[in-house]
C-alpha cells in the first residue's frame, strides 16, 4: 500500500528546501514511515509551507497514495487543516489521518473541525500498521487502539490507548531518506532520538497531558547498544558527518543509564576513522552531584550540553513552571561542566504570567553569571492542553488564543506588569545585556539586529535570500541550534 506523509513549515528556510537543517527534522513520522517500509509498504513525505500548498496535488497525482497521512502542531494546525479540507474535497477516496502533538491534545476537535477519516492520539507507529494493512485488506478499518475513526454512516469510533512502547529498540530505525530532498544543508548536524517521554511536569510542556493519554511508563529509553548500531549506519552512509545532537528531554534523568551510553559512545568512536561529537540536553535538579556525568561526557567526546535555565526568578519557576532548583543549583553545574571543558547552552523564557521585570532581570544577572557560549531565548506561548494556558485563561489573560504565527518570538500576552511593548524590547537586548563586558560590543548588537529581524516575516524572508546569495559569507563556529540560520526558532519545549 502506497501512504503519502505531510509535513509543514510556517517558517520555512525556503520555498524549495523548508527545512535549513537535519534538526529539524520530525521524528514521528520518520518513525511511522520506516515501520511501514519494513512491513511492506511504500511511503513518500511532502512538506508544504505557506506558498506551497499545491505541491500536495501534484504528489497525490504522482505517487498515487491510497492513504495521506498529516501531522501538526498547534501553530501549523489552521494551515494543515484548510489543506486537508481542500485535500478531501478533491479526493474524497484517500483516507486521511492527522496525528502529532495537536491531535494528541485535541482528537474530538480535530475530527469535528476538519474532514478527517482518523486521528491518531499518541504514538502512531503500530496504528498507522494497522490502519494500513486493515484498508489494504478492502474494509473499512475498526477497532485500532489510539485511532478516533470516523464511521461511514457517521459518528466517530473513539477507540482506547494502547500503553506505551516499551521496547523502543524492536522499533527500525527512523526513515531520514525521505527527508533528504527537503533539506537545505544536508551536511549539517543530525540529531538521534535516545529516549521518549519526561519525568517532569513543567506547566508550560505538554508531557503532563501526554503521559495521561496511554497506560504504561511514560520515560522509556532506547539501550546504548541500539543507539551506537543507529549512528554506524549513519556514519556508513555519510562517513564525514562528525557531530549529532542526542535528542531527550534530559540526559541525566537515568544517569546509570547515560553512563552506560557514554561507554558505548566512546567504543563507536574508537573504532572510527572521523570521531563523532556530542551534544545533548540536561534538566538540573536540586543539589545534584554532576561530576560523573560530565567527566564520562569529556571522555566521550561531548562537546556542549543545553540547560534549562528558563527564568532566574526562583520564584516564578517554584510558583508558575513548577521547576524547582536553586541558582546556585545552575551555577554548580554549570562550573561543573566547563571544568570537564564542555561548552554550555541556556534556554530561557520570557513573558510568563505571573513575571515581572524585576524577575526577568534575575534571568539576566543568572545569565550573565553563567556566561553561556549561547542562548535560546523564547517568549512564552500558551498552548492549548497545557496547565499554564488554563491558568492564562483563569486569569482573564486570554481573550481568544493568540495569533501562532512566529509564535515564541512575538510577545502573546499583555501582562499587568510586563506589556508586549516591553517584553519585544527586553528580548531584543537580551544579549546585550548578559554579554556587555564580556564579548565585543559589535558582536553584542549584530545578536540584537538578528533578534529583531527574526521576529519579523519580511526581514526573515530578505536575510535568507540576502544570506543564500553570499555563500562565502564567514559563520560564526557555534552550534546550528543558536544564532546560525534561523536560530532564533527557539526549541518547542511544548510539543515535543
Given at each position: 500500500m502506497k501512504v503519502l506523509f505531510?509535513?509543514?513549515?510556517e517558517d520555512a528556510f525556503s520555498p524549495e528546501k523548508p527545512l535549513e537543517i537535519q534538526e529539524r527534522v520530525q521524528f514521528g513520522i520518520s518513525y511511522i514511515s520506516s515501520m511501514l517500509k519494513r512491513e511492506g509498504h511504500r511511503?513518500?513525505?511532502?512538506?508544504?509551507?505557506?506558498?506551497?500548498?499545491?505541491l500536495l496535488e501534484e504528489y497525490i497525482e504522482s505517487f498515487d497514495p491510497a492513504m495521506v497521512c498529516f501531522t501538526s502542531v498547534y501553530a501549523e494546525y489552521r494551515f494543515i487543516s484548510r489543506v486537508i479540507a481542500e485535500t478531501k474535497r478533491r479526493h474524497p477516496e484517500l483516507f486521511l489521518v492527522l496525528g502529532g502533538a495537536h491531535a494528541s491534545l485535541n482528537?474530538?476537535?480535530?475530527?469535528?473541525?476538519?474532514?478527517?477519516?482518523?486521528v491518531c492520539v499518541g504514538e502512531g507507529e503500530y496504528p498507522a500498521l494497522e490502519l494500513a494493512e486493515q484498508l489494504e485488506a478492502g474494509g473499512w478499518p475498526s477497532a485500532i487502539p489510539n485511532l478516533y475513526i470516523r464511521r461511514p454512516g457517521g459518528g466517530v469510533e473513539r477507540n482506547a490507548p494502547r500503553p506505551f512502547l516499551e521496547d523502543l529498540d524492536s522499533l527500525p530505525f527512523p526513515d531520514r531518506d525521505m527527508w533528504d530532498p527537503w533539506v537545505a544543508d544536508p551536511y549539517s548536524r543530525p540529531s538521534v532520538l535516545v529516549g521518549r517521554g519526561c519525568p517532569f511536569r513543567c506547566t508550560y510542556c505538554c508531557n503532563h497531558a501526554f503521559r495521561k493519554a496511554a497506560p504504561g511508563r511514560y520515560v522509556r529509553v532506547r539501550s546504548p547498544r541500539n543507539i551506537t548500531e543507529e549512528l554506524a549506519s549513519m556514519k556508513e552512509k555519510n562517513p564525514h558527518f562528525a557531530e549529532v545532537y542526542l535528542e531527550v528531554e534530559t540526559l541525566g534523568a537515568k544517569q546509570e543509564w547515560a553512563l552506560e551510553l557514554c561507554a558505548e559512545l566512546r567504543r563507536l568512536n574508537?573504532?572510527?576513522?572521523?570521531p563523532l561529537a556530542f551534544g545533548a540536553n540536561l534538566r538540573v535538579t536540586p543539589?545534584?552531584?554532576?561530576e560523573g556525568l560530565f567527566a564520562a561526557f569529556a571522555e566521550s567526546n561531548f562537546r556542549f550540553v543545553n540547560i534549562g535555565l528558563e527564568s532566574g526568578s526562583e520564584r516564578v519557576r517554584r510558583e508558575v513552571l513548577k521547576r524547582i532548583y536553586s541558582n546556585e543549583d545552575i551555577l554548580r553545574t554549570v562550573r561543573t561542566a566547563r571544568k570537564y571543558g564542555l561548552q554550555v547552552g541556556t534556554y530561557n523564557l520570557i513573558g510568563l504570567p505571573g513575571e515581572t521585570p524585576r524577575d526577568f532581570r534575575e534571568t539576566v544577572r543568572l545569565n550573565r553569571a553563567c556566561q553561556p557560549d549561547w542562548f535560546l531565548l523564547a517568549v512564552f506561548f500558551p498552548y492549548p492542553g497545557t496547565e499554564l494556558y488554563e491558568r492564562c485563561r483563569e486569569e482573564g489573560l486570554l481573550?481568544?488564543?493568540?495569533?501562532?504565527?512566529?509564535?515564541r518570538r512575538k510577545p502573546a500576552l499583555s501582562l499587568p506588569d510586563f506589556p508586549k511593548w516591553r517584553v519585544a524590547i527586553l528580548r531584543a537586548w537580551f544579549p546585550f545585556l548578559i554579554y556587555r563586558g564580556y564579548r565585543p560590543l559589535k558582536e553584542c548588537l549584530w545578536l540584537v539586529a538578528m533578534a529583531v529581524l527574526y521576529s519579523?516575516?519580511?526581514?526573515?524572508?530578505?536575510?535568507?535570500?540576502?544570506?543564500?546569495?553570499?555563500?562565502?559569507?564567514k559563520k560564526l563556529s557555534w552550534p546550528r541550534r543558536t544564532v546560525e540560520g534561523d536560530g532564533w526558532d527557539s526549541v518547542k519545549v511544548e510539543e515535543r
Open positions: 505531510v509535513h509543514s513549515e511511503t513518500d513525505l511532502v512538506v508544504l509551507c505557506r506558498e506551497t500548498p499545491h482528537p474530538d476537535g480535530c475530527m469535528e473541525e476538519t474532514p478527517l477519516d482518523a574508537e573504532r572510527l576513522e572521523i543539589n545534584a552531584d554532576y481573550r481568544q488564543d493568540p495569533d501562532p504565527s512566529l509564535e519579523h516575516r519580511f526581514m526573515i524572508r530578505l536575510h535568507r535570500a540576502l544570506k543564500s546569495g553570499r555563500p562565502g559569507r
